[in-house]
């Protein structure tokens, strides 16, 4: 497969009002192997937030594409983003999901490493065992080659050869910003994560979450519940509550590199959480961000992470596993001391909505599974639904866009019955482009690691 293999795999015409994408990019091994190598392993992928490991020697495990990796707090607080596997010969060194370890001892011949990433320990060293050669190598493990943070999101790269991770990010820093900035001393994770499996390809969740296309048709069973409750149950105050067409604005946003942003505004906002802290919020923030804040926003930082403040705000973390398996890490984040009545609100809403027990995940990953299953073989080929919205989309910031002072390459505004599709170009493009990038260079990039001292 070659850079003309993966052009071919998207029709891309503005101009004529097409935008068609191959089946094949869902359900190709062969393309699996490539996003893996030159998307996930080969630039920026979001990894968790530094709350995560809080205190000193406090870490978490994670992936950059198929490669494990553990995130450490050492003893003077200094994060370190390490390779997950021992310098002896290879073994896995951590096997927990998260913890508060001074020392990560390989569990097959028990080479020690401490918080840093650094070897404390090598038995029989000491006595001599090993030659010259030997002790004139570094043995820590190996470093993530770029390990960088905004405010607290944790992002890494295997690929040294990338752009800061300002630069990578762009304007959709605004919107990490929106969150981080709800309250005053920053956000905290809510206790609990949640992992799930399902049986369809990665781009599947991210096109899904930039969807409002499918709103109303998939969470039908959804919308009737919560309707049918009486309009003082706080249980069902939920924030998607009592929209009515024309007193919504909503809208779509593409910046390079493959993020997005869907927002909407004029929802039912006294039942968010924050709502309740609107006066201080607007005398902390101003207006616009404040309102901003209470805007429903699903933004997709292109390829594996999603901030979604929806039903409840949560990040949700992507890792393809094989062209048709993907796992899904949840987290519910919050304003740090918000106050009792305001977090239980939110916990409720985001039991309600998200995860497998939730009375919409399971909707959308049912469809998924439907997606991968109905394209079993070559006569699913070319699917149409990226063109919806393509008569309205605008070159210039919208509105909305220019209120947050964002210069999105391209927006879309209207009703939500517009059903917006041209903001799923933005990572259908980036995911072309870098495939074809990569495939095309003579110098194809090639993965360096750093050890936790230099060699
Ligand atoms: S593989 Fe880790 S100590 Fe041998
Ligand atoms: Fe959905």
Redesign the pocket.
């Known amino acids: 497969m070659d850079a003309s293999d993966i052009e071919a795999l998207v029709i891309d015409r503005p101009e004529d009002g097409v935008f068609k994408v191959h089946a094949d990019i869902y359900r190709s091994e062969e393309i699996f192997e490539l996003e893996q190598k030159y998307i996930f392993e080969g630039g920026w992928v979001f990894l968790g937030l530094d709350c995560q490991a809080a205190e000193p020697y406090d870490f978490f495990t994670t992936h950059i594409g198929r490669q494990s990796v553990i995130v450490s707090r050492d003893k003077d607080g200094i994060l370190h983003g390490l390779i997950n596997a021992?310098?002896?010969?290879?073994?896995l060194?951590c096997h927990t999901a998260s913890g508060n370890a001074r020392t990560h001892v390989?569990?097959?011949?028990?080479?020690t490493y401490d918080s840093a990433g650094n070897n404390t320990a090598i038995t029989e060293h000491d006595r001599g065992a090993h030659g010259a050669g030997f002790d004139a190598e570094d043995h820590g493990l190996r470093r993530i080659p770029r390990f960088e943070s905004y405010r607290g999101f944790l992002f890494g790269s295997l690929n040294p050869d990338v752009p800061p991770l300002e630069a990578y990010l762009g304007e959709t820093t605004v919107f990490i910003d929106l969150v981080v900035d709800q309250g005053p001393d920053g956000l905290e994770l809510v206790p609990g994560t949640v992992h799930y499996t399902y049986r369809g390809n990665w781009k599947l969740q991210i096109e899904n979450s930039a969807d409002i296309y499918h709103f109303m048709p998939t969470h039908e069973t959804l919308l009737r519940i919560v309707n049918a409750r009486a309009a003082d149950d706080a249980a069902a105050a939920s924030a998607y509550r009592h929209r009515k067409e024309g007193s919504v604005t909503r809208g779509s946003m593409c910046f390079p590199n493959g993020h997005n942003a869907m927002f909407g505004g004029g929802d039912n906002i006294r039942a968010r959480p924050l709502y309740r802290e609107l006066d201080r919020l607007m005398e902390r923030v101003g207006a616009v961000r404040a309102k901003w804040m209470l805007y429903t926003r699903n933004v997709l930082f292109f390829p594996n992470m999603q901030l979604l403040e929806n039903a409840s705000l949560q990040i949700r973390v992507n890792r393809p596993v094989s062209a048709s398996r993907t796992d899904i890490v949840t987290y519910c984040i919050a304003p740090r001391g918000e106050s009792d009545e305001a977090r239980e609100l939110r916990v409720r809403q985001y039991e309600e909505f998200f995860n497998p027990s939730g009375l919409a995940t399971p909707d959308d990953t049912a469809i998924f599974e439907d997606i991968q299953a109905a394209a079993g073989a070559d006569a699913v080929d070319w699917n149409q639904g990226y063109m919806r919205g393509m008569g309205t989309v605008s070159r210039e910031p919208i509105p909305e866009a220019r209120e947050l002072g964002l210069n999105p390459v391209t927006s879309v505004t209207g009703s939500p019955s517009l059903g917006d599709e041209t903001i799923l170009h933005g990572p259908i493009r980036a995911w072309r482009d870098r495939l074809k990038a990569a495939l095309s260079s003579e110098d194809r990039p090639s993965l360096r690691y750093g050890s936790a001292a230099a060699e």
């Not at 390989?106 to 080479?111: G, K, L, M, Q, T």
């Open positions: 021992c310098r002896h010969r290879g073994a060194v390989c569990p097959y011949h028990a080479w």
